[in-house]
Structure formats: structure tokens, C-alpha cells
């Protein structure tokens, strides 16, 4: 097993934890070990890069984390919430109130409009502020864009909405997939421009999934890995 922590790097208690976690999954007759023994950390206002080849276990990561999957062996940790171990009402509140995703594939609402894309989290929280949501759109510069629909939008608008969404609640974690993996590189560096100065105003812990190489230089660290194993920590 790997530590892919840094100790003391800032103060605070870590907001995510993986220690020793292993997961495996079934592939017809085939057992696909998708993470083996891995362990990382999340200080609060970090940016951490998670690199590595496709197949090697990043996006299962991101759902461990997310609550969407849990692990076969070992623990995760977000915030007070053990996801190995949460009930539904547990997981329910991480999604909610803890974690926001960034999507690859922006995964917007096609019959809501920017606006309502970006006050969907708040909603499903139970929650109606509308000076946030407009707060947000006018720092991802999409406030004349607010009753467009996803479709009427370019790759970059499309994915700033999604931005402002997966912080539209506040959470101190968020996740990013892939965020400029479908986009041109001018995009790409505007986009990684305005996820790392939104974290850096919030405080927010930034965990992003990359094979983009810009993205790693602008992480406190970089977790390498290959083969569902940390191969370094950079």
C-alpha cells in the first residue's frame, strides 16, 4: 500500500479519506480489480490531480468518493460521513450538502434553463436562493446566457453552468471529471482558470480526474495511478 497524503500540509482535519481501499468489479466471468489497496487525502482548499492511463481505476475513485459505489475493502471518509458504511440517509446528505461533480460530459438538464440548471442542487436540498444562483452566474460570466437552454450553448458555456451547479450549495468537496476533456484547449485553460480561482475563494477541496497535463501543473499535488494501485504522488 501507498500513502498518497501529504501530512500538515494545510491545517485542519483531512475532508476526504481513502485508507486501504479495494475495489473490485465483475466483468462476465472476469473479476476486474479496479482499485487495489489505495489511499489518499483531501485538505480543505486543496487541489489534487488524480492522473494516470484509462482503465486505472480514476472514475471509480470519483464515484467512491461521491457515494455512488462503495468499496469492497478499506474506508472512505468525507467529512462526518463514512461512506463504506452510510445508510441511504447518510448518502442522500453527502450528495446534497457535502460533494458537487463537474461532468466530462456536463450532464445538464436539456429542458431547464441555465438558471434552473444552476439552481437544481439548491432545490434538491430544499433550498431557494436566488442571489446565489445569480451570484454564480455572474462570476462564470453566463448572467445574459441565464434563460438559455444547455442546447442554445457552446462547449465552454455549457460546461461554466456546470461549474456554477456543482457549487451552487456550497459544498466543501468537489469533483471534477474529466472538465476539459471535451473541450478545445483555449476552453480547456479558461475552464481549469476559473474552477482553480472559484476553490481558491471558496476553500473548497478540489479533486480532478485529468489526462491533461496543464491540469497537473496547476495541482498542489498530483496522485499517479496504474494498474487501480498509486504508482507516485508528485
Known amino acids: 500500500m501507498e ?12 475532508l476526504v479519506v481513502l485508507e486501504n481501499v479495494s475495489k473490485r468489479y465483475r466483468r462476465g466471468q472476469e473479476v476486474v480489480a479496479a482499485l487495489t489497496a489505495v489511499s489518499l487525502q483531501l485538505q480543505r482548499g486543496e487541489m489534487v490531480a488524480v492522473t494516470g492511463p484509462s482503465g486505472c481505476g480514476k472514475s471509480t475513485t470519483l464515484n467512491l468518493i461521491a457515494g455512488v459505489d462503495r468499496p469492497d475493502a478499506g474506508r472512505v471518509r468525507v467529512a462526518d460521513i463514512d461512506v463504506s458504511e452510510a445508510d441511504e440517509a447518510s448518502l442522500v446528505r453527502l450528495r446534497r450538502h ?11 438538464v436539456p429542458h431547464l434553463t441555465v438558471e434552473e440548471n444552476v439552481a437544481l442542487p439548491l432545490a434538491l436540498a430544499g433550498r431557494h436562493d436566488a442571489a446565489r444562483v445569480d451570484a454564480l452566474l455572474q462570476r462564470v460570466g453566463l448572467a445574459h446566457r441565464r434563460r438559455h ?36 484547449s483555449r476552453t480547456g485553460a479558461e475552464i481549469l482558470r476559473l474552477l482553480d480561482e ?18 497537473a501543473t496547476m495541482a498542489d499535488r498530483v496522485i499517479r495511478l496504474r494498474d487501480g494501485q498509486v504508482e507516485a504522488v508528485l
Open 3 to 14: 500513502e498518497a497524503a501529504t501530512a500538515g500540509q494545510l491545517a485542519g482535519p483531512p
Open 98 to 108: 457535502l460533494v458537487g461533480v463537474v461532468f466530462q460530459a456536463f450532464h445538464l
Open 149 to 184: 437552454y444547455p442546447g442554445e450553448l457552446s462547449g465552454g458555456e455549457q460546461q461554466r453552468t456546470a461549474i456554477a451547479r456543482a457549487l451552487a450549495h456550497r459544498p466543501p468537496v468537489v469533483l471534477a471529471d474529466e472538465p476539459t476533456g471535451n473541450l478545445d
Open 198 to 215: 472559484m476553490r481558491r475563494e471558496a476553500g473548497t477541496a478540489l479533486l480532478l480526474v485529468t489526462h491533461d497535463d496543464t491540469v
